[in-house]
T-cell receptor, first 115, second 115 residues
Framework: DAGVIQSPRHEVTEMGQEVTLRCKPISGHDYLFWYRQTMMRGLELLIYFNNNVPIDDSGMPEDRFSAKMPNASFSTLKIQPSEPRDSAVYFC?????????????FGSGTRLTVV | AQKVTQAQTEISVVEKEDVTLDCVYETRDTTYYLFWYKQPPSGELVFLIRRNSFDEQNEISGRYSWNFQKSTSSFNFTITASQVVDSAVYFCALSRRTYGQNFVFGPGTRLSVLP
């Protein structure tokens, strides 16, 4: 099991540019989550999907953020246009709804810097 | 509303000392789940333990142990004979259900184990 795979690991972009973060969940997991981690706000849930359907996007900061999950093995988080305050580490996590449950399995994160 | 408090922002200990990280939670649910995650300097989030609200047995895993007390709404984490590799930020988290709705993280405790 390769775990949750996120790409890229690091992204530096200029303000105003579009940024796309990618995530491949663990095979068989039916829930996928996007989190943002900053020093000021800690870990914040942005959006989560169940069976590829967005369930709760109330944590998405504003319309500049969008997330998709076109199939069970891939999700994207897009920021357009990006702003310096979007600089953070973005984590993707997945889990499954049956069995004993192991909490979330997180990816290694994408460190985004908007200059 | 659900809330997780980790009152200790930073703790420093010398190697081989025991250390306890405190976690206090608030919830109105009768069924809930508690978690601990470790975030080492490399940045990934590592799942350590999950506990449901019906299971108040303490758990020991090697040098790690957890004390869950519903009466005080606490889920404390003890590392025995700490090692330098234990240096990390530790997060306590609370969930209404295992598969992710209302999964709330505490602010984290930064543990530094000095040689």
């Amino acid at each position: 099991d390769a775990g949750v795979i996120q790409s890229p690991r690091h992204e530096v972009t200029e303000m105003g540019q579009e940024v796309t973060l990618r995530c491949k969940p663990i095979s068989g997991h039916d829930y996928l989550f996007w989190y943002r981690q900053t020093m000021m706000r800690g870990l914040e849930l942005l959006i989560y999907f169940n069976n590829n359907v967005p369930i709760d996007d109330s944590g998405m900061p504003e319309d500049r953020f969008s997330a998709k999950m076109p199939n069970a093995s891939f999700s994207t988080l897009k920021i357009q246009p990006s702003e310096p305050r979007d600089s953070a580490v973005y984590f993707c996590a997945s889990s499954y709804s049956y069995g004993e449950g192991y909490g979330y399995t997180f990816g290694s994160g994408t460190r985004l810097t908007v200059v | 509303a659900q809330k997780v408090t980790q009152a200790q922002t930073e703790i420093s200990v010398v190697e081989k000392e025991d250390v306890t990280l405190d976690c206090v939670y608030e919830t109105r649910d009768t069924t809930y789940y508690l978690f601990w995650y470790k975030q080492p300097p490399s940045g990934e989030l590592v799942f350590l333990i999950r506990r449901n609200s019906f299971d108040e047995q303490n758990e020991i895993s090697g040098r790690y142990s957890w004390n869950f007390q519903k009466s005080t709404s606490s889920f404390n984490f003890t590392i025995t004979a700490s090692q330098v590799v234990d240096s990390a930020v530790y997060f306590c988290a609370l969930s209404r259900r295992t598969y992710g709705q209302n999964f709330v993280f505490g602010p984290g405790t930064r543990l530094s184990v000095l040689p």
